[in-house]
């Protein structure tokens, strides 16, 4: 069964340093998204993203925040200057529709630790 | 706004009782949709059932169920006979008119041998 990857399992960064996150989403769907989920809370929506351009986002994502696909396979979130606050857990997902009842199916996430 | 909660923190059973994971949602939006997710352990989150809110009959599969109740705003999710596998933690999320999820809280099932 067609899966969502994302690579690395775990990051581990200096407090400021650049980091990227990459996801490949299942290959027919033109939907995709990050959430994070902080260790022990709850899963919180970042961005949604459709032809190649950012269609919803949160709060949480402000200008240190960016996504790309870069090629035709491809989904990443760039932190530009990452903060401790940034540990958690990153999740990819991606979906086939943009309808409200479409599944959107994960990635087994990015574990990402600032020190 | 949208909101979900997840009112239990914790449950804990020992293996072979049945559980019922609870979930009330707030939505404005007459066409919504609501979802579980299974995370395991290992951390991955694993998608079980999605429903629409046109659609209030209740759904088997297997071992799950799950009970939506447009009038209490509740939808909520029970294993019958439970197994030692089903040790997770389980995230109810609505989705209405926007694209993201919005998740409640999340309950940890542990299950006893």
């Known amino acids: 069964e067609p899966e969502v990857t994302q690579t690395p399992s775990h990051q581990v960064t200096q407090m400021g340093q650049e980091v990227i996150l990459r996801c490949v989403p299942i290959?027919?769907?033109?939907?995709f998204y990050w959430y994070r989920q902080i260790l022990g809370q709850k899963v919180e929506f970042l961005v949604s993203?459709?032809?190649?351009?950012?269609?919803?986002k949160s709060e949480i994502f402000d200008d240190q925040f960016s996504v790309e696909r870069p090629d035709g396979s491809n989904f990443t979130l760039k932190i530009r200057s990452t903060k401790l606050e940034d540990s958690a857990m990153y999740f990819c997902?991606?979906?086939?529709?943009?309808?409200?009842?479409?599944?959107?199916?994960f990635g087994d996430g990015t574990r990402l630790s600032i020190l | 706004a949208q909101k979900v909660t997840q009112a239990q923190t914790e449950i804990s059973v020992v293996e072979k009782e049945d559980v019922t994971l609870d979930c009330v949602y707030e939505?404005?939006?007459?066409?919504?949709?609501l979802f579980w997710y299974k995370q395991p352990p290992s951390g991955e989150l694993v998608f079980l059932i999605r429903?629409?809110?046109?659609d209030e009959q209740n759904e088997i599969s297997g071992r799950y169920s799950w009970n939506f109740q447009k009038s209490t705003s509740s939808f909520n999710f029970t294993i019958t006979a439970s197994q030692v596998v089903d040790s997770a933690v389980y995230f109810c999320?609505?989705?209405?008119?926007?694209?993201?999820?919005?998740w409640g809280a999340g309950t940890k099932l542990i299950i006893k041998p």
């Open positions: 997902a991606s979906s086939e529709l943009i309808g409200g009842g479409q599944p959107q199916h």
């Open positions: 290959s027919n769907h033109l939907y």
């Open positions: 993203f459709y032809n190649n351009e950012i269609s919803e």
């Open positions: 939505t404005r939006d007459t066409t919504y949709y």
């Open positions: 429903r629409n809110s046109f």
């Open positions: 999320a609505l989705r209405d008119s926007n694209y993201q999820l919005i």
